[in-house]
């Protein structure tokens, strides 16, 4: 069976590498070879191996009826959402590493791939090499799913994980993220918390079976985290995490980006790094969680050669997906409930004290004082945003229930 890579970028030549260098072992477990045919890139690789594959014509490879399966790897949506199309409408199946199409077409692909008899699939879409969504459409298909949740951004993890552990200021954490290659010049996808918007979008999608747009669901990066919060959050005992949740309640289903603060006991408390860990809690199950590295070149390589892999066994048969175009109409924000860790003035302190629901007071020898700092017992948004305004509020981080 014949596969063309579209894009040979960073996970595009990953997968390349793994297709080709491990050609026997994957032919072994598919029972028969997989072989690249084409490398679809504008640009020129003299000298690269992938040279004899390149073409700069995505034609060639619509033209070609023995390539059965076509890789993405392109990125964002123009020209990936076109050629998609256009391969899965001609009846090949398409493997993707790309969280920004998936969360905005993967639906309207799903459908097409079931009219088609072939496979849409997208594992590498959402953490890295972690296998989580094939946890979701194959392994908990018994259970009603209560929550997911998860660390889904490895930039932010591996940001709060120095601010912990070295005491760095966020710029100065941001500076080292992008000298190590974990952030890119422009960081605003990661620390602003769309990167995981998206992931926590597609996974929402599979987890209730219906569209979830990201554009609905309330996002907050970790721009506003600073080395006091993480100073407050150590004194505790506890850690700061950018999470991406959504959960079901009264048989509405919430979902929100933002940092939260996490007890030890929380399985997600030891995830630090550019690891990433997914937390999938069914009514009968109860919690799975799902942990590994969720970015780089071979992690996610892995897993878009792992659905290359399916695709082929596969072949000609469709791997059902509960995915419907129609829209799932989120809970509002105001309705969801969290605790809040809450930082005020000094002069403030009996002003909170009559506006919020106080569960215990916290001190840090570095803002005695000088601040007065919280947790408030659980609260809607709606009830703790109307207090945050009649008050002066220096800081306040979500705190899980």
């Avoid at 990936?80 to 199309?85: G, N």
């Avoid at 997911?148 to 912990?164: D, S």
């Avoid at 409930?337 to 007071?361: N, T």
Wanted: aromatic letters at 8%.
């Amino acid at each position: 069976m014949y596969v063309a890579i579209l894009g040979y970028g960073t996970v595009g030549s990953g997968v390349f590498d793994v297709l080709t260098q491990n050609r026997d072992i994957i032919a072994k477990r598919v029972g028969f070879p997989l072989d690249v045919k084409y490398v679809l890139d504008l640009r020129d690789f003299p000298g690269d191996p992938v040279e004899p594959y390149l073409t700069h014509d995505y034609e060639d490879i619509l033209k070609d009826d023995s390539v059965e399966i076509v890789v993405e790897t392109m990125g964002g949506l123009k020209p990936a959402y076109e050629f998609t199309k256009r391969a899965l409408e001609s009846g090949r199946s398409v493997c993707t590493s790309n969280k920004e199409l998936v969360a905005k077409h993967g639906a309207e692909f799903i459908e097409i791939a079931r009219n088609k008899n072939i496979n849409y699939l997208f594992e590498a879409s959402v953490g890295g090499g972690i296998p989580v969504i094939r946890q979701l459409i194959r392994s908990i298909t018994a259970d009603e799913v209560e929550e997911v949740c998860g660390i889904l951004n490895g930039t932010t993890n591996y940001m709060m994980t120095l601010m912990r552990e070295q005491n760095l200021s966020f710029e100065d954490a941001l500076k080292d993220a992008q000298s190590n290659g974990f952030a890119e010049r422009n960081p605003a996808a990661d620390i602003e918390g769309h990167d995981a918007c998206r992931k926590i979008a597609i996974l929402t999608s599979l987890a209730y079976g219906h569209q979830v747009d990201f554009e609905d669901i309330y996002t907050e990066g970790i721009t506003a985290i600073t080395d006091i919060d993480v100073a407050y959050a150590k004194a505790m005992k506890h850690g700061i995490k950018l999470l991406g949740r959504s959960y079901l309640k009264d048989g509405i289903v919430y979902a929100i980006v933002a940092p939260y603060m996490v007890r030890k006991t929380n399985p997600l408390y030891p995830v630090n790094g550019v690891y990433n860990a997914i937390m999938i809690r069914g009514n009968m199950l109860n919690d799975v969680v799902c942990y590994g590295k969720g970015a780089g070149k071979l992690p996610t390589a892995s897993a878009v050669a792992s659905d290359v892999i399916d695709a082929a066994k596969h072949r000609h048969v469709n791997i059902p997906i509960l995915w419907e175009k129609e829209k799932l109409i989120l809970g509002s924000k105001g309705d969801m409930e969290s605790k809040f860790f809450v930082r005020v003035p000094l002069s403030e302190a009996d002003k909170a004290k009559e506006l919020f629901p106080i569960r215990k007071e916290i001190s840090i020898l570095e803002c005695e004082g000088r601040e007065f700092a919280f947790v408030t017992e659980v609260m809607t948004e709606r009830d703790f945003e109307e207090a945050a305004a009649k008050i002066d509020i220096i800081g306040r981080i979500r705190y899980e229930i």
